[in-house]
T-cell receptor
Framework: DAGITQSPRHKVTETGTPVTLRCHQT?????MYWYRQDPGHGLRLIHY???????DKGEVSDGYSVSRSKTEDFLLTLESATSSQTSVYFC???????????????FGPGTRLTVL | KNQVEQSPQSLIILEGKNCTLQ??????????LRWYKQDTGRGPVSLTI?????NTKSNGRYTATLDADTKQSSLHITASQLSDSASYIC??????????FGAGTRLFVKA
């Protein structure tokens, strides 16, 4: 998985609790992404980062926040988890470029989150 | 509305047979189109990428086609193997960080 790890790989939590997912890369890629994948839906972008401390919202960012204090780590936080946030979360990385869309995204193994 | 539709949702074929997966999109502006393979329990892995001016791209037994006029793409798998069992995802980019993922086609290859 191209030097990308996600932790934890599985988590069960209760509604209203905070949850933080971690993505760690060893590739020194500039761009990092958080997606969620739900049955019947394509992967949907939650947040992305285009550099240390530089982040922006994706299409489904409500209820999520992110932080990137160093190149290799990108954290996704659910401040108060809800059942609708039960999903599989994928982190991805890609190299910098004039048009980021041309650079292949490499995905991590995913984190399965269940909110009861 | 920017959408990527894939068909069929799922497909079962016998080992050694060929198959074709379809992707129709209504995404504008168009930058490029990728096909990804996603094995169960793993993250997606890129198979091919095509820009507006490319209409065919191959990667081993995988051949992708693109008709930018009709906004259709297909992924053809030749001489299928058991290891081809996976989900295949069509992804259309509008440029920058704006990408639309299809829901995928689940392929089962049986011995």
């Amino acid at each position: 998985d191209a030097g990308i790890t996600q932790s934890p790989r599985h988590k069960v939590t209760e509604t209203g609790t905070p949850v933080t997912l971690r993505c760690h890369q060893t590739e020194n890629h500039r761009y990092m992404y958080w997606y969620r994948q739900d049955p019947g839906h394509g992967l949907r972008l939650i947040h992305y980062s285009y550099g240390v401390k530089d982040t922006d919202k994706g299409e489904v960012s409500d209820g999520y926040s992110v932080s990137r204090s160093k190149t290799e780590d990108f954290l996704l936080t659910l401040e108060s988890a809800t059942s609708s946030q039960t999903s599989v979360y994928f982190c991805a990385i890609s190299e910098a470029g004039v048009n980021p869309s041309y650079n292949e995204q490499f995905f991590g193994p995913g984190t399965r989150l269940t909110v009861l | 509305k920017n959408q990527v539709e894939q068909s069929p949702q799922s497909l079962i074929i016998l080992e050694g047979k060929n198959c074709t997966l379809q992707c129709n999109y209504t995404v504008s502006p168009f930058s490029n189109l990728r096909w990804y393979k996603q094995d169960t329990g793993r993250g997606p892995v890129s198979l091919t990428i095509m820009t507006f001016s490319e209409n065919t791209k191959s990667n081993g037994r995988y051949t992708a086609t693109l008709d930018a006029d009709t906004k259709q793409s297909s992924l053809h798998i030749t001489a299928s193997q058991l290891s081809d069992s996976a989900s295949y995802i069509c992804v259309v980019s509008r440029g920058g960080f704006k990408t639309i993922f299809g829901a995928g086609t689940r392929l089962f290859v049986k011995a």
